[in-house]
């Protein structure tokens, strides 16, 4: 069967790392959007504070799966 993805751009962050700021968008997203399938990396920001990394962002477009009507 063939199969139709949609993508979303969403911003993940963490004060800890960029792994957890990928999982932390990918965790609150997925509560809103279901049959998530796959993301990339668009964008790895930092916030910076007296000179030290204080947080991360991390853009992604994250692909869903488009389901078949009914």
């Known amino acids: 069967m063939d199969q139709v993805y949609k993508k979303l751009e969403v911003v993940g962050s963490s ?3 960029v792994e957890e ?3 932390n968008a990918l965790e609150r997203t997925g509560e809103s959007v ?3 399938r796959w993301f990339e990396v668009s964008e790895i920001r930092g ?3 007296n000179g030290k990394v ?3 962002q991390v853009a992604l ?3 869903f799966l488009v389901e078949q009507p009914a």
């Open 15 to 17: 004060k800890n790392s």
């Open 21 to 23: 700021a990928i999982n």
């Open 34 to 36: 279901r049959h998530m």
């Open 47 to 49: 916030y910076i504070e």
């Open 54 to 56: 204080s947080y991360y």
């Open 61 to 63: 477009k994250i692909g």
